[in-house]
């Protein structure tokens, strides 16, 4: 399975069945905390089939979801390059199968092979680059602008129109740009009422380009 996931791409199979040696496969169902920011790192968790969702919560139970990852990607690995504990929460958002790596295995595998570890860089520096983006966009949009630019994003284009295929709760929404349920919702009912969106059995379809104010 792991000769599908970008991280190790460029490895031979003798090394493919080496690292999966140290690896055992886990699966869990939908709405399951694979991980509790806080909780001391012990493994690499990587995605074989499924999806989930990193998020963050405050001492009020307030939910921010700062990415979502699905088969290929993984998580779990900053805490154990820096050995601090976890920095974020990561729950299932379906039925999910993850290969999983111990710490110690992990560190040998980086230590053994070095095209791993860059790979390890690129990605990460690919990461820090999206959440500064997403800064800026808490930073310098309004509410209006979060949604529009979320909705625009997660879009893939389906017969000349734009779909987007995760079926998104309003809730989902707010909880990616950090505003209430309550404003995301009037943005999405004026959207619809003016024609630039519409619901197909809990997927929202764009069918033209959003205004660039609300």
Avoid: W
């Avoid at 996931?5 to 490895?11: A, D, K, R, Y």
């Amino acid at each position: 399975m792991l000769d599908n996931i970008p991280l190790f791409s460029g490895l031979n199979e003798q090394e493919l069945v080496h690292i999966s040696q140290h690896a055992t496969t886990r699966t869990y169902p939908k709405n399951t905390v694979i991980i509790t920011e806080g909780d001391p790192a012990e493994t690499l968790y990587i995605i074989i089939k499924g999806k989930v969702k990193v998020l963050l919560n405050d001492e009020a139970g307030k939910e921010v979801i700062i990415n979502c990852q699905g088969p290929g990607e993984y998580f779990g690995e900053l805490a154990l390059i820096d050995e601090a504990q976890r920095s974020a929460t990561v729950i299932t958002m379906e039925t999910s199968t993850f290969s999983v790596i111990a710490k110690h295995s992990f560190h040998d595998i980086l230590a053994n092979n070095p095209s791993i570890a860059l790979s390890l860089i690129r990605d990460l520096t690919q990461r820090v680059r999206v959440l500064t983006d997403n800064v800026k966009s808490l930073a310098l949009m309004d509410v209006y602008g979060r949604v529009a630019k979320t909705l625009l994003g997660m879009a893939t284009e389906h017969n000349g129109k734009l779909l987007i295929e995760d079926k998104l709760t309003q809730q989902d929404i707010a909880s990616r740009i950090g505003a209430s349920r309550e404003m995301v919702s009037r943005i999405l009912k004026d959207l619809e009422t003016g024609g630039y969106i519409s619901m197909k059995h809990k997927h929202i379809v764009i069918n033209e380009m959003l205004p660039k104010h609300y």
